[in-house]
């Protein structure tokens, strides 16, 4: 059944949870242009990776949910930024990482 947890503990199911918003490429093209160009409204971010305001408004929803943005608003205006950035940063180098690795494994192996 989609959405349980089973007998997960808890650290292991959110971290399954983070991996699923950030399988979403609009919610990891967020977090790559929040990480190099800081706090961005949904306009902006919908502009920059060429998709709909709506798209990016529900990845940011799921990305906030996951604890990994937060929002401001200055009256009409809201603006998000990432809730642990330098947590963020590193999780992203690491995967980056891993991706180097095993793409350089799958090279030789051909």
Do not use: C, W
């Not at 089973?6 to 093209?29: C, D, F, K, M, Q």
């Amino acid at each position: 059944m989609a959405g349980t947890r089973r007998n997960i503990p808890e650290r292991v199911y959110r971290l399954s949870r983070l991996h699923r918003v950030l399988g979403n490429p609009t919610a990891s093209g967020i977090l790559d242009l929040l990480l190099r160009l800081g706090v961005q409204s949904p306009t902006l971010l919908a502009r920059r990776l060429k998709t709909t305001v709506p798209n990016v408004s529900h990845a940011l929803y799921k990305l906030r949910l996951a604890e990994v943005v937060r929002y401001s608003r200055e009256r009409r205006v809201v603006r998000y930024d990432l809730k642990y950035p330098d947590e963020i940063r590193q999780y992203v180098r690491t995967g980056m990482r891993f991706i180097d690795r095993s793409s350089r494994r799958l090279a030789k192996d051909r």
